[in-house]
């Protein structure tokens, strides 16, 4: 899993409240347990019409916001069905961070699982990063992991929490794959020595 540190990126305004999953990643393309190609797919049912055509108004297909890397949405983002493919299809897309004032608990949990840095900021902070991210592709916005804040692009800054594990797991690119080897030491010493001690078993 790639580190989260430091974002500085285009970001993409989706004032939309309540986008779950199968609005990012309809269940027609949840077939595959491959985490690359699914951002073809991210909001398809909103990015293109029934003959796979764009639909020009629809943010991220948009010039300005083609190669965002932040989306600034509206609260409850990430509700409904517990999916994986949601932030497979938001990172394969470039997404590694979504902005909000709450997030569904599976998803914002998926999401540190998955390299993404979900974000929760009051509605105020929300509204402010939403108008600064609809001036397009020159305004961008820096997220700081480490120093836990948002700035927007004239400056102002926003503080945010996050769980001091989730923080160290995405500064250092830990899923629980990576969580697990990093004791790679320690288990090996332990299954060599209950090899010795227990060998019938």
């Known amino acids: 899993m ?4 430091t974002l500085t990126g285009i970001a993409a305004p989706m004032p939309l409240v309540n986008i779950d999953t199968d609005m990012i990643i309809p269940k027609q393309f949840l077939k595959t347990i491959k985490r690359s190609g699914l951002g073809q797919n991210l909001f398809d049912e909103m ?8 639909i020009p ?5 948009q010039p300005a916001y083609r190669d965002a890397q932040i989306l600034v949405a509206g609260d409850n983002f ?3 069905s517990s999916r994986e493919h949601a932030p497979w299809a938001l990172l394969d897309f470039g ?3 979504v902005i909000s004032t ?6 914002y949990n998926n999401c ?3 390299g993404i840095l979900p974000v929760v900021l009051p509605q105020e902070a929300v509204d402010t990063l939403m108008e600064d991210a609809r001036k397009g ?7 700081d992991l480490e120093a836990q804040t948002v700035t927007a692009s004239d400056g102002q800054s926003f503080a945010f929490e996050v769980d001091a594990f989730k923080k160290h797991c995405l500064l250092n690119g830990l899923d629980d794959i990576g969580l697990t080897l990093a004791k790679e030491a320690s288990i090996t010493a332990f299954e060599t020595q209950a090899s010795a001690s227990r060998p019938w078993v």
């Open 102 to 107: 709450s997030f569904a608990d599976i998803f």
């Open 47 to 54: 990015r293109f019409d029934g003959e796979g055509n764009e």
């Open 57 to 61: 108004d629809f943010v991220l297909n």
């Open 78 to 80: 990430g509700c409904g």
């Open 2 to 5: 790639d580190k989260f540190t």
């Open 95 to 97: 997404i590694r961070c």
């Open 112 to 114: 540190f699982k998955n």
């Open 137 to 143: 592709a020159n305004a961008r916005i820096t997220v």
